[in-house]
């Protein structure tokens, strides 16, 4: 029997904690963008966000302002990011349109993916990427790697 595929998939495992020079910011900006619902925050008495937990739909991640002196540095002071989120929405372009209008940069093209899902990447105006995607379908490994191997017979990008 095949289940109903949902365009956002439950929570896996892991959650990200992010670095962000202008923390308080960015909380606003994932608000704004991606709906995100504070869970737990914490301030230091000058303001400073020491640690904010926020969610969205089912996925977590959590944030810390840019902290030097613990090794905590940000996209920002390193130049870009070494590591990407992926949040899923019932209707990734409507996300990936308003992220791109509150100031993310395209990192690559929203499109219907080899793998199952619609989804492109974003940079914030922080310096993080993020892939915003729907799940459109559940391929099988051998699907999988069958359309990767035509993608790169195609002159698609490769490893």
């Known amino acids: 029997m095949q289940t109903q595929l949902t365009p956002v998939p439950p929570a896996r495992g892991a959650i990200p904690y992010l670095i962000?020079?202008?923390?308080?910011?960015?909380i606003g900006y994932y608000?704004?963008?991606?709906?995100?619902?504070?869970?737990?925050?914490?301030?230091a008495p000058g303001g400073s966000i020491v640690h904010c937990e926020l969610k969205v739909g089912p996925?977590?991640?959590m944030l810390t302002e840019e902290m030097p002196q613990f090794n905590s540095r940000s996209p920002a002071t390193?130049?870009?990011?070494?590591?990407?989120v992926v949040l899923y929405f019932p209707v990734a372009d409507t996300v990936f349109e308003r992220a791109v209008a509150a100031g993310a940069k395209v990192g690559m093209p929203l499109a219907d993916q080899f793998w199952g899902d619609r989804s492109g990447s974003i940079i914030?105006?922080?310096g993080h990427q993020w892939f915003i995607s729907s799940r459109k379908e559940e391929p099988t490994h051998e699907e999988l790697k069958q359309r990767?191997?035509?993608?790169?017979a195609q002159g698609g990008p490769g490893c």
Not at 148 to 152: C, V
């Open 20 to 26: 962000v020079k202008g923390a308080a910011d960015a």
């Open 31 to 43: 608000q704004r963008v991606f709906g995100a619902e504070v869970v737990a925050k914490l301030e």
């Open 59 to 61: 996925a977590s991640f």
């Open 78 to 84: 390193l130049g870009g990011s070494g590591s990407s």
């Open 124 to 126: 914030d105006p922080f």
């Open 148 to 152: 990767f191997d035509q993608m790169l």
